[in-house]
């Protein structure tokens, strides 16, 4: 009975460990808007991120393949909001945590792509999560080769 045990581990482990290497790490997302012409604005992504190029899926289906070569401009932008609402609500109950709700801070964390190939020329803004924000960049900038720039004055709208 050892036996039978033992060599069905010795099978069932490299086998598991093989199929976690062929899972594709991969980052939720919200694209904010851009020339993806089947995806509406607020629609939640998964980006796929590889040694040839980018994807982007949703429900299972592959909305666009970016590959490295063409992506000539990554942008990465705040959107920073006072929590108004909150804090009128929390207001409502107790004055001193309504206050100090007001003083507080949201961020939201974009990332834009701009590609070029041949006569396709597109562009895109995702929201990422703030935990993850920085493994896209990082991603991002290491299939490309491009330096992400900061921009300030990205205009985004939900």
Not at 94 to 122: C, I, P, Q, R, Y
Request: aromatic share 6%.
């Amino acid at each position: 009975m050892r036996h039978i045990v033992l060599v069905v581990l010795c099978i069932a482990l490299p086998l598991a460990a093989v199929a976690a290497e062929k899972q594709q790490p991969s980052y939720k997302v919200t694209y904010d808007g851009g020339s993806l012409p089947d995806v509406k604005a607020g629609s939640p992504l998964k980006l796929y991120i590889d040694s040839t190029g980018i994807r982007l899926v949703r429900d299972k289906a592959e909305v666009a393949n970016i590959p490295a070569s063409t992506i000539t401009e990554i942008s990465y932008g705040q959107d920073v909001h006072r929590r108004v609402g909150t804090a009128v609500a929390v207001g409502v109950f107790t004055l001193g945590l309504g206050a100090l709700t007001a003083l507080s801070k949201s961020k939201k964390h974009f990332v834009g792509l701009t590609w070029a190939d041949g006569e396709k020329k597109g562009g895109l803004a995702m929201q990422c999560d703030k935990n993850e924000y920085r493994g896209v960049l990082a991603g991002l900038e290491g299939v490309t080769g491009k330096k992400a720039v900061n921009s300030e004055n990205m205009t985004v709208k939900n």
